[in-house]
Each structure stands twice: as C-alpha cells, then as structure tokens.
C-alpha cells in the first residue's frame, strides 16, 4: 500500500536580515511517510519547522529543494486538492460573513449544487458545536474558539480523504479540546488519513498511532509511541489512605519518594524492584487502605524535552559548503 503522504529531503531556506542577507533553514531535508488511515502527529515547539511544513505541502510556499507526494501525486496536482482539507494554525476568514455564509461560499468553490452545500453546512456546523443562533452572526463576532471551529469545519466540508490539521485545538476549551479529538478518532474510523502538527503532548498521546517529533527545523525522531517512548515500567506509585505516621516511617527506606495529599493519605512512590504487594501487604496489615496503584511510565513530554534539547537549535543556519554551493 502506498502511502496517503511521502516527504522526502523537504528542505526551506529563507533570506533574512536587511543590509547583509544571511540563509535561514527553516526546514532541514525532512523525510518521512504517512499511512493511510493513520492518525500521525507532527509534534514540536513553537517556532521547530511545523507550519512550514503544512505550507510546502499546501503550496503555500515553495520549497528550496526535496519534494512530497499526497495520494501518490505531487503536491502541486489540482486533482488532489479535491481530495484534502487544510486547516491553518491562524485561520482568518471573510470576516463580515456568517458562518454558513463562508461555508456556503467553500462549497460553491468545489462546484457543488446548493442544495448539497447547504446540507453539508448544517451538518458540519452542528458537529463543531456551533449552533442555529450563533452560525447567523457575522465571523467578526466570534472568539479564537469559535473561529477555529469553523476552520474544522471548512477543511471538513468536501469529504477530503488526507486532512490537515496546524494546532487545531489551538484556542479551544477543555471540552473544545475534548470534541476535536472525538472528530479526529471518527476520522480515523472512516479511513481518513489525518496529519495534525501540534505542541501540546496530550492530544498525541491521546490520538496517535505514530508521530515525528521535529526541533530546529530537523527531525529528531519518528515512530510507533509505544516505540519511542519505551514504555517499560520504571516504578510505581501507590495512593493510601488511612496510612499512620509511624507505619510511613517504617517503610520509609523502600520507597522513593512519599506526599501527604491531605491528612493520612499519601502518594508514594517505589523503584521498580521493590514489588507493590509486598509493600501494601505490610501497609494493609495496620489498617491502611490502597486507593489506587498505578505503574510509573516516561511520558511524551519526557521524551520530546529530552529530544529537543539534543537536537537543539543545529539545523537553523546552512551548512557553508551548502551555502557556498548556492552562491
């Protein structure tokens, strides 16, 4: 099966500075492939190379040399561009218009009847929680959480089969958040491909089959998280209830760490050679009671800093015999 993206060497210098003009790499040789029907993360800080990534592949910008495929044509092909749906990380919309307004004018772009677009709207409307009232009220009306909303539901509208998505819960509420990543997990089950670049950890972990985690414009890893993370466990933590002081004393030399959340009850933490029943056998025993016990893990977050912090800021500048290459 081929796959829904495939970027190879994707590579963006810019010229910056104004008397003396020097190279900035955006975008250092990136490469990487898309499954279809995945959902994959594009995982960064601000400022890592993330939207100009988006924009390459949107041709929205050119890029300095590599190049990309979406649905095994190059990203320029009209014909794919009936077959995607982009939301940017800062939509800004026709802003006298309405929300059905602006989705009716997409619609008509793609050349479908009336009819169909307005029964489109509706849906998509009511799906991103924006309801009969507020979807009459011009766009210049509404928040940074509503806007983003309609964005979702502009890159939705033509039943793409590759959406993608630059932060998009970016602005969001929690439970905004929590609707976007029920969308996405829908999008997934009907075998859409969903490429979404964001730098808040949660939403990967919680969605993603695989991610690329990208800093200085370079790629600094790829994979399955289960892959990269490791997921070995690395301890335990334990939450007790009705523990005395003196049986925490005790105990004291097993454990790594012990808070008191509130009176008698603490979070505590063991190495992972010291096994949990043995440690709750004896607690147990004096009449304390086990809330909960969960094992201790690396997160995302754990990861994408320590990655970050290795690849650093290296990719920024051309290398000289690249640059000399160009004069």
Request: proline letters at 5%.
């Amino acid at each position: 099966m081929s796959a829904a993206i495939s970027i190879e060497n994707l590579t963006k210098d810019y010229q910056v500075g104004f008397w003396r003009k020097r190279p900035y790499r955006a975008l250092d040789r990136l490469s990487l492939d898309v499954q279809p029907g995945e959902i994959f993360g594009f995982l960064g800080p601000n400022g890592a190379g993330k939207t100009t990534t988006l924009k390459l592949l949107m041709q929205l910008i050119f890029p300095t040399s590599g190049r990309a495929e979406i649905l095994g044509r190059p990203v320029g092909d009209v014909a794919v561009r009936q077959r995607i749906g982009y939301l940017p990380e800062n939509p800004y919309f026709y802003d006298y218009l309405t929300a059905e307004e602006l989705l009716h004018y997409f619609g008509h772009l793609f050349g479908y009847s009336r009819a169909d677009v307005r029964a489109r709207a509706a849906r998509l409307l009511d799906r991103v929680g924006i309801g009969a009232e507020r979807r009459r009220q011009q766009l210049r009306k509404y928040s940074k959480g509503m806007i983003q909303r309609v964005g979702i539901a502009q890159a939705l509208l033509n039943d793409p089969e590759v959406i993608f998505l630059d932060e998009p819960t970016s602005g969001l509420d929690p439970l905004g958040r929590r609707e976007v990543r029920s969308l996405i997990l829908e999008l997934r089950d009907q075998g859409r491909t969903v490429f979404f670049s964001s730098h808040i950890l949660a939403d990967a972990e919680a969605l993603c089959s695989r991610v690329a985690v990208v800093a200085g414009g370079r790629l600094a890893a790829t994979g399955r998280l289960s892959d990269m993370l490791a997921f070995e466990i690395r301890g335990w933590e334990l939450v007790i209830a009705d523990l005395r002081p003196e049986v925490l004393a005790r105990v004291a030399a097993q454990l790594q760490k012990s808070t008191e959340i509130s009176p008698h009850r603490y979070a505590l933490e063991l190495p992972f050679e010291v096994p949990p029943e043995r440690i709750l056998a004896d607690l147990t025993a004096t009449g304390a009671k086990l809330v909960s016990l969960n094992p201790l893990r690396d997160t995302l977050e754990d990861f994408f800093v320590r990655r970050v912090a290795e690849v650093g800021e290296g990719a920024r500048a051309p290398r000289k015999a690249e640059a000399d290459a160009g004069d």
